[in-house]
C-alpha cells in the first residue's frame, strides 16, 4: 500500500504577502503542524543553509539533549525558516547513541597496501593530480630548453678539446712523407664499407713449427685466484716480414701463387676502416707477382690500446700511459701470456718442417705457421703465412688455438673495473673493451679465421698497480669460436676480402717497383705513393732519427735468417720504455 502525502489547505491573504492577519482564520482554516516556529522575513532578507552536511560538530553520547542548535540548520534562527532546536522530540531516533557514528559522506582515503610492486614507485605521488598554471609551466618549459642547450654546447666543446688533444697526441703519420715520394692515389674508407667478394675455401700448403697443449686451468681463473704473469726472456719469437721469410721466397720460386703476404698484413687491410691510429703497408710488384710487406721497426709489430676510446691518453712519449708506452707493454703482455697459458711439459705437436725462423739449439715459442693459399681469380692466387700459437683436444680430434690478452692499465680511463666486474659483469666488460680497442679486437679475429683457427682465447691482464707498468696478473680467461665471434662484433668476412681485392687490382695495374700504402693520420682514407726502391732499406735515410729510435743492423750470424734481428724486439722495446 502506497501512502499518500497530503499538503493540506494554504490560506490566502488578499492583503498581501505572507499568512493573513486573522490568527482565528488561520486556526480555523490550517491544517499545518502545531507548535512549528514561523520566523517572519521580507524579499531583501537572504535565507541561510536548510541544511549544512559540510561542518563538523562535536559529538556528546552522554546528553543529547545538550546537541547545538545547527545541527540540522546555520545555529541562528534567523538566518533559517525552520528551526527545531525547540522542540527536538517532534522527530525521536531510534537509537540515540547512533547518531554519533553516522557519517554522510566517508572522507577517509581506502587503506593502501605499504608493500607492493608499485608501492615504491607510487608512495611519493600525490593522490589527485594539481593544476598548474600555464604561465609556470611555460617558464619551466623555457628554462629546461635553455638548460638543455646548456648542455649541449658544453659536451660539444669538450669533445672538441678532447679531438684536439687526441690529433696532437697521436694523430701523426707512421712514416715520414718524403717530398720525392709520388702519390698515385688516395681512398676514403667509405669505398671499403660498399665492397664485398666470396672466395671459396683454402688449401693448406705447409705447416711449420710445433704447438705446446694448453692448461685448461686458466679457463677456471677469477678475479679472486688470480695468477702472476710471468716473463719468458729465454723464448725467442719472430716477427719476419713477407719478402724475407724463406718459405714464401721457395713458394714464390714455384709460382704457388701471384701474391703473398702475412696474416698480420692481411688483417691490418681488412680491418682497415675501424683504425684510427696511423700505419703503412709495403708494397713491391716484382714481374707478375706482389708482395706485403712491413718497415723494420713498424707499428704492426706492436698492439694498439685505446685506438677507437674517446678518452685521450697523455701525450708525453716517456709517460707509462702513452700510446707508445702502452702499444710495447700491451705486446710484451700478449708475448708472455700466450706462453704461460701451455701445459709446460715438453709435449709438442710437431708438423712437416721446424720453425723456419730458429736456429738449430734456439728456444723458440709455441708457434705454428700455416701457409695456406686462397683463390682470388682464375689466374690469381694469394698465399699468406697464419699463425697459431696453441693445441687443445676435444673429441679426440686437434683443435687449434690463437691466444691474445687484452691489458687494464687504468680503470679511470676505461671507466670500468675488471677486479669488480670481470666476474659478474664480464659482458659489460667486453663491450666496453670493443668500443675502446674495436680495431685491435677485429685484427685478431680475422687472424683467427685466416688461420682456420677453432678456438681464440682472450685473456684479460691488468696491472697489479695503476702505476706499474712491470707486473701484471691474470684476471680470467674466455674462449669464442672466430666466426661466432665475428658475428658479434659485426665483422663481416665478405667485406674483408673486398677490400683485400680491390687493393691487389689496384696494385696490379701499377708498374714494377715499390710502393706505400699510409693510413692518413687525421683522415679515414688511405694514400699509395710510388717510393725509390731503396726505400726503407739499412742505407737509406729519410731524416735523422733519435739514436734511441735508430734501427740497428743485423748481426753476421744472422745471414741464414734475418729473422734474428727481430727476436725479442718487443722486450728490447719494453726494456728502452722503461729506462
Request: aromatic share 10%; hydrophobic share 35%.
Given at each position: ?144 630548453k635553455e638548460r638543455a642547450r646548456r648542455d649541449r654546447l658544453y659536451n660539444l666543446n669538450r669533445s672538441n678539446q678532447n679531438q684536439q688533444r687526441r690529433e696532437a697526441a697521436i694523430f701523426k703519420s707512421s712514416v715520414d712523407i718524403q717530398p720525392e715520394w709520388n702519390m698515385l692515389d688516395q681512398i676514403p674508407f667509405s669505398t671499403f664499407s660498399k665492397l664485398s667478394f666470396s672466395v671459396p675455401e683454402p688449401e693448406d700448403l705447409l705447416i711449420c713449427g710445433a704447438l705446446e697443449y694448453y692448461d685448461r686451468s686458466f679457463d677456471r681463473i677469477t678475479p679472486k685466484n688470480e695468477r702472476r704473469l710471468e716473463r719468458f726472456k729465454n723464448r725467442n719469437f719472430f716477427k719476419v716480414t713477407t719478402t724475407d721469410d724463406p718459405v714464401i721466397r721457395r713458394l714464390a720460386n714455384e709460382d704457388k701463387a701471384t701474391v703473398f ?319
Amino acid at each position: 500500500m502506497v501512502g499518500v502525502f497530503e499538503v493540506g489547505a494554504v490560506p490566502f491573504n488578499p492583503d498581501g504577502w505572507g499568512p493573513p492577519d486573522s490568527a482565528a482564520a488561520a486556526s480555523t482554516t490550517t491544517t499545518l503542524p502545531l507548535h512549528v516556529p514561523f520566523a517572519p522575513f521580507s524579499r531583501s532578507d537572504k535565507l541561510g543553509r536548510i541544511a549544512d552536511f559540510t561542518r563538523s560538530f562535536p559529538s556528546s553520547n552522554a546528553n543529547p539533549s545538550n546537541r547545538p542548535s545547527s545541527r540540522h540548520g546555520a545555529g541562528n534562527p534567523a538566518d533559517s525558516p525552520f528551526d527545531f532546536s525547540h522542540d527536538v522530540d517532534a522527530f525521536p531516533l531510534a537509537n540515540p547513541e547512533d547518531d554519533s557514528s553516522f557519517r554522510l559522506v566517508d572522507a577517509k582515503p581506502p587503506p593502501r597496501p605499504k608493500f607492493g610492486p608499485k608501492w615504491r614507485f607510487n608512495q611519493n605521488r600525490p593522490q589527485l593530480p594539481q593544476r598548474r598554471d600555464e604561465e609556470v609551466e611555460a617558464r619551466k618549459r623555457e628554462a629546461e630548453k635553455e638548460r638543455a642547450r646548456r648542455d649541449r654546447l658544453y659536451n660539444l666543446n669538450r669533445s672538441n678539446q678532447n679531438q684536439q688533444r687526441r690529433e696532437a697526441a697521436i694523430f701523426k703519420s707512421s712514416v715520414d712523407i718524403q717530398p720525392e715520394w709520388n702519390m698515385l692515389d688516395q681512398i676514403p674508407f667509405s669505398t671499403f664499407s660498399k665492397l664485398s667478394f666470396s672466395v671459396p675455401e683454402p688449401e693448406d700448403l705447409l705447416i711449420c713449427g710445433a704447438l705446446e697443449y694448453y692448461d685448461r686451468s686458466f679457463d677456471r681463473i677469477t678475479p679472486k685466484n688470480e695468477r702472476r704473469l710471468e716473463r719468458f726472456k729465454n723464448r725467442n719469437f719472430f716477427k719476419v716480414t713477407t719478402t724475407d721469410d724463406p718459405v714464401i721466397r721457395r713458394l714464390a720460386n714455384e709460382d704457388k701463387a701471384t701474391v703473398f703476404a702475412t696474416d698480420t698484413i692481411l688483417s691490418t687491410l681488412m680491418c682497415a676502416p675501424r683504425s684510427v691510429y696511423s700505419w703503412d703497408i709495403v708494397i713491391q710488384r716484382v714481374g707478375n707477382k706482389l708482395f706485403f710487406d712491413k718497415r723494420d721497426g713498424s707499428q704492426l709489430d706492436l698492439l694498439s690500446v685505446h685506438e677507437t676510446s674517446q678518452e685521450p691518453l697523455p701525450e708525453a712519449k716517456d709517460d707509462i700511459n702513452s700510446a707508445y708506452s702502452l702499444s710495447v707493454e700491451a705486446a710484451y703482455i700478449n708475448q708472455n701470456f700466450s706462453q704461460q697459458v701451455l701445459v709446460r711439459d715438453g709435449n709438442k705437436v710437431s708438423f712437416d718442417e721446424p720453425n723456419p725462423f730458429a736456429n738449430e739449439g734456439d728456444e723458440v715459442a709455441s708457434v705454428a705457421y700455416r701457409y695456406r693459399r686462397w683463390k682470388l681469380d682464375n689466374d690469381m692466387h694469394l698465399v699468406a703465412r697464419c699463425e697459431v700459437q696453441s693445441v687443445v683436444d676435444v673429441n679426440n680430434q686437434k683443435s687449434f688455438l690463437t691466444l691474445n690478452a687484452l691489458n687494464e692499465f687504468d680503470p679511470k680511463y676505461s671507466g670500468v673495473d675488471w677486479r669488480q666486474k670481470l666476474e659478474t659483469q664480464r659482458g659489460a666488460v667486453l663491450a666496453t673493451e670493443l668500443k675502446n680497442n674495436a680495431n685491435k679486437l677485429a685484427k685478431w679475429t680475422a687472424q683467427a679465421i685466416l688461420a682456420n683457427a677453432d678456438l681464440m682465447k682472450l685473456g684479460y691482464v691488468s696491472r697489479v698497480h695503476p702505476r706499474d707498468h712491470f707486473n701484471h696478473v691474470i684476471l680470467g680467461v674466455v674462449g669464442y669460436k672466430p666466426r661466432d665471434f665475428a658475428a658479434q662484433i659485426n665483422l663481416n668476412t665478405a667485406n674483408m676480402w673486398g677490400i683485400v681485392k680491390s687493393v691487389v687490382d689496384l696494385c696490379m695495374k701499377l708498374n714494377e717497383g715499390k710502393y706505400v700504402l699510409v693510413k692518413d693520420p687525421s683522415k679515414p682514407q688511405v694514400r699509395i705513393y710510388e717510393v725509390p726502391a731503396d726505400a726503407f732499406e739499412n742505407d737509406y735515410v729519410e731524416e735523422p732519427l733519435p739514436e734511441e729510435e735508430q734501427v740497428q743492423p743485423p748481426t753476421e750470424d744472422a745471414e741464414d735468417g734475418e729473422a734474428n734481428g727481430t727476436t725479442n724486439d718487443v722486450e728490447d722495446k719494453e726494456i728502452e720504455a722503461q729506462n
